[in-house]
């Protein structure tokens, strides 16, 4: 299993990204703790009908290049 780190001062602006790309998520579904990586992982998998491999890989192009307003 991929050991995956949240940063909080990260997390807002992927956070948008990710809202822009799956519009239908709302607060609650992002609704993100540091060291509660696994429970997001999670949540995101039954809400957008999708496997582990593709949540991470959501999550992580989400989080390089942080600054880049693309997914």
């Not at 997390?11 to 607060?27: G, Q, S």
């Amino acid at each position: 299993m991929i050991t995956f780190k949240i940063a909080k001062s990260d997390w807002h602006m992927a956070k948008e990204k990710i809202r822009r790309k799956y519009n239908h998520l709302n607060d609650a579904d992002l609704d993100f703790e540091e060291g509660q990586e696994e429970q997001l992982i999670q949540h995101l998998m039954s809400r957008l009908h999708r496997n582990r491999e593709y949540i991470l890989f959501t999550l992580s192009k989400s989080l390089n290049n942080i600054e880049s307003n693309r997914l």
